[in-house]
């Protein structure tokens, strides 16, 4: 069983800054991949930004140059730093780990539950 839990949510005024933080934890495993997705009212859920365990990052054209994922690869562990925070990143941010078994074949994609993010202008 994997448990993946996101912490750091709350409420900013528009220019200022968050930190979310994920952690995974729970069977023995290997982490793929690590990131973040978010879904604002009425909208499908996006990709915001990932990092491999190679450190090749992917970021949505919309938050290239406020936010930076980064990772503890140690602790299982990945981070979003929001900068600049605009009332449109307003969203539930989702965090997302791509993790592989040494007894079950393929990649799984585990979800955490979610932390509210919310810009006021």
């Known amino acids: 069983q994997v448990q993946v839990v996101e912490s750091g949510g709350g409420l900013v005024q528009a220019g200022g800054s968050l930190r979310l933080s994920c952690a995974a934890s729970?069977?023995?495993?290997?982490?793929?991949?690590m990131g973040w997705y978010r879904q604002a009212p009425g909208k499908q859920r996006e990709l915001v930004a990932t990092?491999?365990?190679?450190?090749?990052?992917v970021y949505a054209d919309s938050v290239k140059g406020r936010f930076t994922v980064s990772r503890d690869n140690a602790n299982y562990t990945v981070y979003l730093q929001m900068n600049t925070l605009k009332p449109e990143d307003t969203a539930v941010y989702y965090c997302?780990?791509?993790?592989?078994?040494?007894?079950?074949?393929?990649?799984?994609?585990?979800w955490g539950q979610g932390t509210q993010v919310t810009v006021s202008s």
């Open positions: 997302n780990v791509h993790i592989s078994f040494a007894t079950i074949s393929g990649v799984h994609s585990y």
């Open positions: 990092r491999t365990n190679g450190g090749n990052t």
């Open positions: 729970g069977s023995p495993f290997s982490i793929n991949a």
